[in-house]
């Protein structure tokens, strides 16, 4: 009933006060238009907006007076609502209210995929809350501005307006570098997938929670948390990508991979050492960052069984299951350099008997992996192997993966992976 009193009182004010001041909201100047400023919202319908993990609009949101509102119907395992288009680089504004005790968010990076229930568990939140009225104590982690979970705000700098009143706020995304504002003032600031930020994720609420935060696109993502919100005024520009060059293995830890599996990975004499536990099982390891679009060389060399190979846009799901496209290494004769898809389809492409013999076994060999968009080639010891293009990788982000095949007796060796970023 709060609620319900309270968005009367503000659609009425809203109103009364649009009309004497003739302020217009959800447009955009001309100066905006030139820097390349869209809006998300058009101030009279959800156009561009549909349910988290779905085809349409059936959250409990809508439009009035000029404002996108939620309901106050949702609850944290529905009520969602992201936009049509992913985001990558960008700076995105916005102007929110919230209801007495209110709870609500702004999530980007958000992946949809039915492996994933809700968006948290792969999109940052930048938090909206009724710190002054929310009915029970809150973390710093938790209030307003908030990077959930990850990053508390600056206080000297924290001014928040009651429920009730306008807040603007901003999020600044530039190639991993993040930036909270509030009211005008820039309250949090950090580096995206530094070894301080992997620390915060891996020893706290997303220790459980292998994808989170690590997408480097994605939807932008409201919340409808049980409680009403208003927002207005959504704005974005997108920022330009940045390349680099990277260095997956450094030669002499296995500092930037995550293990998944009880199979053996190690360095020994400079090499990455992939090698059958006693399980005999399935084993892998991940980059913890995400790499898109990319060109990637490695050497490899097979030692008894060499049945392995190289995920990419892969991700990790509960259980040790890596969902994603394989580059494969395996003995001769089993498709070196073919790309298998780990669920759903298979083998996309196998390797012809004529080139079955550039495969050097017992020898050093070197793998070339570009995938841009919805293709993938391959090389192997510097002959072409694949050249796919598929819509459905086009449409994956995700990690570089080792594999170490099920069975036992396997043991390769790696080095020189080295990665240009596109």
């Known amino acids: 009933m709060k609620s319900r009193t309270l968005l009367l009182f503000v659609t009425g004010m809203m109103v009364l006060i649009t009309a004497c001041t003739g302020e217009k909201h959800n447009t955009l100047t001309k100066q905006e238009m030139a820097e390349g400023w869209e809006l998300l919202f058009d101030g009279k319908t959800l156009e ?13 949101w809508f439009v009035e007076d000029g ?58 939140e930048y938090q909206l809350i009724d710190d002054l009225g929310f009915p029970q104590p809150l973390e710093d982690w938790q209030k307003t501005a ?10 000297a700098k924290t001014v928040i307006k009651p429920a009730g009143e306008w807040n603007s706020s901003k999020i600044v995304f530039d190639n991993g570098h993040v930036e909270h504002w509030l009211n005008g003032e820039k309250v949090i600031e950090f580096e995206a997938w530094t070894d301080d930020w992997f620390e915060r994720k891996n020893s706290g609420k997303w220790e459980n929670a292998p994808e989170y935060g690590i997408a480097r696109k994605g939807v932008i ?51 990455l ?3 059958s536990g006693p399980d005999k099982k399935y084993g892998y390891l991940a980059t913890r960052e995400y790499y898109d679009n990319f060109d990637l ?27 994603g496209w ?20 298979g083998w996309l492409v196998q390797i012809p008997d004529e080139k079955e013999e550039i495969l050097k076994e017992g020898e050093w060999n070197t793998m070339r992996i570009r995938v841009e968009g919805d293709n993938v080639k391959t090389w192997l010891n510097d002959q072409e192997m694949v050249d796919l293009t598929d819509e459905t990788i086009g449409k994956a982000q995700g990690r570089i993966a080792l594999q170490i095949h099920d069975g036992g007796g396997i043991r390769v060796l790696w080095r020189n992976l080295k990665l240009q970023t596109l």
């Open 67 to 124: 404002m996108i509102q939620a309901k106050g119907e949702g609850a944290d395992e529905h009520g969602y609502i992201v936009t049509e288009k992913l985001y990558e680089n960008f700076e995105l504004t916005w102007e929110w209210m919230i209801a007495d005790g209110g709870n609500s968010g702004v999530l980007y990076h958000v992946v949809e995929n039915p492996k994933f229930a809700v968006p948290y568990v792969t999109g940052p």
């Open 146 to 155: 908030a990077d959930y979970a990850m990053y508390t705000t600056d206080p």
């Open 221 to 271: 993502c409201l919340q409808d948390h049980g409680s009403a919100a208003w927002f207005r005024n959504i704005k974005i520009k997108e920022l330009p990508r940045v390349t680099k060059e990277v260095d997956l293995f450094n030669g002499e830890d296995l500092h930037g991979w995550e293990v998944y599996g009880t199979e053996k990975w190690y360095v020994q004499d400079g090499l």
């Open 273 to 275: 050492v992939c090698e």
């Open 326 to 345: 394989q580059v494969e290494v395996a003995p001769k004769g089993h498709d070196t350099a073919g790309i298998y898809e780990s669920y759903g389809r």
């Open 297 to 323: 060389t490695v050497e490899f060399k097979q030692e008894a069984d060499g049945n392995s190979g190289v995920f990419f846009r892969s991700f990790i799901e509960p259980g040790v299951i890596v969902n």
């Open 48 to 60: 561009g907006w549909r349910d988290y993990n779905g085809t349409e609009l059936t959250a409990p």
